[in-house]
């Protein structure tokens, strides 16, 4: 066998695929540039890095189920002219913030683009290499319901561990019953100062007794939420009323 096919035969054996794709080219790159052994196979390990990074996101993305492809540059921050966006960025281009457990809450009334921001700076998370994980509030409560009435709720909880990002979109929705919130509340707890939490809602913390039955329960889940937190509030009208008025006019 010739040096070309051995090489080609052991990039295959140690699974670096791209680099077998695309080995060739680069060395047609390199005799005609002149570049040193060095360059060569440095140029021939970032191609595969890159293309294992791209992979590694493609299936963070997928775990992470966010609904839609949202960022920030297709978020109009005009619309909401009271809103400093700068926090916001500091935590997507920052994201130590979850290596300290810290919160992140934005409240604001339907239609302002709450879940935009969520799913937005959820991507933003996963670039940066962390584990995110997306639900509906609702949707993760009848999860956790599930699970307790299996006795498997301890289990469920420390499986989310496994997410840095753990986001709950439209807590406001949550059903105000005991099983609902009891399992809500567990969640809280569990994470708290472990694993950070992304919640969005429609009513301020003022109004939180609509979500939890009994009043203690709201003060210590609260309590649990802004101790370490970066809270945000987004006043604007409905983006989406915004744009159905458009239509209408037109």
């Known amino acids: 066998m010739s040096p070309y ?3 080609s035969g052991l990039l ?3 699974k670096l695929s791209h680099m077998l794709s695309q080995w060739e080219s680069i060395e047609t790159q390199a005799l005609q540039q002149q570049w040193s052994y060095a360059q ?11 293309r294992r990074s791209e992979m590694r996101l493609k299936r963070a993305i997928t775990e992470a189920q966010l609904p839609g492809v949202k960022s920030f540059t297709t978020f109009e921050f005009s619309h909401c002219q009271d809103f400093n966006p700068a926090p916001l960025m500091q935590l997507a281009d920052q994201v130590s913030w979850l290596d300290r457990a810290e919160n992140c809450l934005i409240f604001g009334a339907s239609g ?4 935009h921001i969520a799913s937005a700076l959820s991507r933003r998370v996963l670039e940066a290499g962390k584990r995110v994980k997306f639900f509906s509030a609702t949707a993760l409560v009848q999860l956790l319901q599930q699970d307790k009435q299996c006795l498997q709720l301890q289990a469920r909880l420390r499986k989310l561990d496994r997410f840095d990002l753990l986001v709950l979109d439209d807590l406001g929705y949550v059903k105000k019953s005991e099983a609902e919130t009891s399992v809500l ?3 809280i707890a569990h994470r708290y100062e472990r694993k950070s939490l992304l919640i969005t809602a429609n009513q301020p913390f003022s109004q939180w007794d609509t979500i939890f039955p009994d009043s203690m329960m709201t003060v210590a889940a609260v309590d649990r939420l802004v101790h370490h937190a970066v809270i945000f509030e987004i006043k604007a009208q409905s983006y989406r009323q915004q744009q159905a008025a458009k239509r209408t006019a037109t």
């Open 5 to 7: 096919q051995t090489l």
């Open 12 to 14: 295959k054996q140690l």
């Open 40 to 50: 060569f196979l440095l140029a021939l390990c970032e191609t595969e890095a890159q």
């Open 112 to 115: 302002v683009g709450k879940t």
């Open 185 to 187: 509340f567990e969640l």
